[in-house]
């Protein structure tokens, strides 16, 4: 399997805070990676796509990059919905594996 | 607007069979190219991949489950099942239902989750 390590794993940071999140892969998976955002008793969110693309509806200060095995997730101004926890996931490979998370706490 | 329901017992005994089945609305479950998925989620932890199906019944699964995981479609109802065989505490989780455009993707549309606690 692929391993996915996100870090932190904790990040405390204020509104119009930049908030950068890293996903690491064990192994070279192209640009094979999602982002998904999570609040407390709802189902992922995705966010991102093929590493960088925005899926329909999420706001422009999200912004994926990276390619290989180094991966970033930004928040351009971090805004009071924002607050919530962030999984990266792999699908270049037949087992699909999702990082740790980050959980974004209000600093 | 795809909708994605999952359905089952909440509680299951250990060494017992978890089900579960998931009801798409708003769509087809057989629209070309689409593969069907189940997560899960302990408390208070990260997501893990279970597998996915496609609609003429191909599936993978995590190899790490494989050998206690059995996914299967109705095209009929709409509806696609999960089956968790031997279960034990640690099996307790929030499952998810989910959408994958494609085989090997992420997953686009997700259903609510339901908890499922294996305890005796």
């Known amino acids: 399997d692929i391993q996915m390590t996100q870090s932190p794993s904790t990040l405390s940071a204020s509104v119009g805070d930049r908030v950068t999140i890293t996903c690491r892969a064990s192994?070279?998976?192209?640009?094979?990676l999602a982002w998904y955002q999570q609040k407390p008793g709802k189902a992922p969110k995705l966010l991102i796509y093929?590493?960088?693309s925005l899926e329909s509806g999420v706001p422009s200060r999200f912004s994926g990059s990276g390619s290989g095995t180094e991966f970033t997730l930004t928040i351009s101004s971090l805004q009071p919905d924002d607050f919530a926890t962030y999984y990266c996931?792999?699908?270049?490979?037949?087992?699909?594996?999702f990082g740790g998370g980050t959980k974004v706490e209000i600093k | 607007q795809l909708q994605l329901q999952e359905s089952g017992p909440g509680l299951v005994k250990p060494s017992e069979t978890l089900s579960l089945t998931c009801t798409v609305s708003?769509?087809?479950?057989?629209?070309?190219?689409?593969?069907w998925g189940w997560i899960r989620q302990p408390p208070g932890k990260g997501l893990e991949w279970i597998g996915s199906?496609?609609?003429?019944?191909?599936?993978y699964y995590n190899p790490s489950l494989k050998s206690r995981v059995t996914i299967s479609v109705d095209t009929s109802k709409n509806q696609f099942s999960l089956k968790l065989s031997s279960v034990t505490a640690a099996d307790t989780a929030v499952y998810y239902c989910?959408?994958?455009?494609?085989?090997?993707?992420?997953?686009?549309?997700w259903g609510q989750g339901t908890l499922v606690t294996v305890s005796s």
């Open positions: 989910a959408k994958q455009l494609e085989r090997l993707y992420y997953f686009d549309y």
């Open positions: 708003g769509g087809s479950i057989s629209s070309s190219s689409y593969y």
């Open positions: 199906i496609y609609y003429s019944g191909s599936t």
């Open positions: 192994q070279s998976i192209s640009s094979w």
């Open positions: 093929k590493a960088s």
């Open positions: 996931q792999q699908y270049n490979s037949y087992s699909l594996t």
